[in-house]
């Protein structure tokens, strides 16, 4: 990140650094967030939810990313109402349930429960360990996802990815340790062996259209990389939008930033194009 608004949010990152116990993680990164509207209070299937933008149209179901262990509706209300404006639907965000209190497949189970609870399919999508989680969600309930949102989904555990360690000194937000860490804490100690832990690996051909972004300097960037070509492989249709020079969640600043507005801007054409 070169540009002077990319070093400010840099700077804002350090000042926030996401260490520590499961609550000061989360502590630490809704401080770190951006600030957004409150949204609404709804319920899908006994699961408390945020709901964004307007009260009708076909719902986006936005999964919240966070490692699994920190991450809320609020974190994420800034890129939730700027999606759902633009793409003019409303955007439900559950508060799924996080670890390690709730380890796997609790905040699956969640996701699950809200979708199933809507009274027609829905566009899923979700942000980083989110992505993972929608992933799941869509491969377990095809009939109830139209199209499939994922923004720097972390995918793989086995090894594949060849940019887990060379990006974690250039990630502002995300580095393989603490990646590596917040995964024992959901899947256990060996994420590596978890089936679930690396969906890549998963028979993909029940997925919707995909969209996929990842920026360059991410330490997830192979993992959409490796989701894309698996993809091809698979029949499924899908599009992805690869970003220069940012870290990890840069779509969470779409008020400061122009290359997360632009993110969302291409999210939002993808999930209002006709089927």
Known sequence: MTDARWA???AHIAA?????????MRAAFAALAPRGPAGRSVTLGDVPCRRFGP??????LWVHGGGLVFGSPETHAAMADALAHLAQRPVIVPACRLAPEHPWPAPLQDVLSALDAL?????????SAGGLVALHAALQRPGKVRRLMLLSPNTDRTGASTTRMPNSARDAMNDDAQDLALAQLAFGDDPASHP?????????TPLPPVFLSAATHEVLLDDTLLLTAALARAGVPATTDIRPGLCHLWML????HPEARRTLETLAAFATAAP
């Open 55 to 60: 009260d009708s149209g076909a719902p986006i």
């Open 8 to 10: 400010a949010l840099d």
């Open 196 to 204: 679930d832990a690396s969906p890549l690996h998963s028979d993909l």
């Open 16 to 24: 926030h650094p996401v260490r520590g116990t499961p609550e000061e």
């Open 253 to 256: 600043w779409p008020a400061a």
């Open 119 to 127: 009274d027609r399919p829905a566009d899923l999508g979700g942000d």
